[in-house]
């Protein structure tokens, strides 16, 4: 039995490692703060309440609000949840970046990009974006990188700010690196 939990450990810390630099690998040197003319932003999306996004989409709506203004972005894609039982996230999205500014012919809504996978298969299959920039926390933004970049989209990432509480950031790095990177690569690989 105690070979079997040894094999079994040993696998898992192999299967984290590949997917850790897998992503790493297909993002390196694509993560600025900056966009370039023309420029077409993924903002993912996650959890609104009330009519109100939450703190991680707020500083991803903040960031592309600030790419906004320097003029050098021509369409911002809200990719996320648009279920009423998850509150309509792009549609919240919506209401934030127009209320600040945001012309409203700029922003386009995906209701259905409901993980970061999906937001990326989406971008390239129903949006035609071959090139664009995805905005999203530091956690999430080489694994977000990765699959857009396996969906054929050529893809640059920035970094949100997050005024998250401490305990959420560090449950979302674990997240990360244990789940979400390795599903990530499973995905690259096999979809």
């Known amino acids: 039995m105690r070979t079997v939990v040894m094999v079994a450990m040993v696998a898992v810390e192999l299967i984290v490692t590949v997917a850790a630099t897998a992503?790493?690998?297909?993002?390196?040197?694509?993560?600025?703060?900056?966009?370039?003319?023309?420029s077409t932003l993924l903002v993912l999306g996650?959890?609104?309440?009330?009519?109100?996004?939450?703190?991680?989409?707020r500083g991803r709506l903040d960031a592309?609000?600030?790419?906004?203004?320097?003029?050098?972005?021509?369409?911002?894609?809200?990719s996320g949840n648009g279920s009423a039982a998850a509150g309509n996230e792009p549609a919240v999205m919506r209401d934030y970046l127009q209320a600040r500014g945001v012309a409203p012919g700029v922003?386009?809504?995906?209701?259905?990009?409901?993980?970061?996978?999906a937001s990326c298969r989406r971008a390239r299959d129903v949006?035609?974006?071959?090139?664009?920039t995805v905005v999203t926390q530091d956690f999430h933004l080489r694994r977000a990188i990765a699959l857009c970049r396996s969906r054929g989209i050529d893809v640059r990432g920035v970094a949100a700010p997050c005024?998250?509480?401490?305990?959420?950031i560090v449950r979302n790095h674990l997240r990360e690196v244990l789940f979400a990177q390795p599903r990530?690569?499973?995905?690259?690989?096999?979809?």
């Open 23 to 38: 992503t790493l690998v297909m993002s390196a040197g694509r993560i600025d703060d900056d966009v370039p003319p023309f």
């Open 107 to 117: 922003i386009v809504d995906d209701p259905l990009g409901v993980d970061t996978e």
């Open 184 to 191: 990530a690569l499973v995905s690259i690989v096999f979809g």
């Open 46 to 57: 996650s959890l609104v309440s009330d009519g109100e996004p939450g703190d991680y989409v």
């Open 163 to 168: 005024p998250c509480p401490t305990v959420g």
């Open 64 to 78: 592309a609000i600030d790419l906004y203004r320097t003029g050098n972005v021509v369409r911002i894609i809200n």
């Open 127 to 132: 949006f035609g974006v071959t090139r664009l």
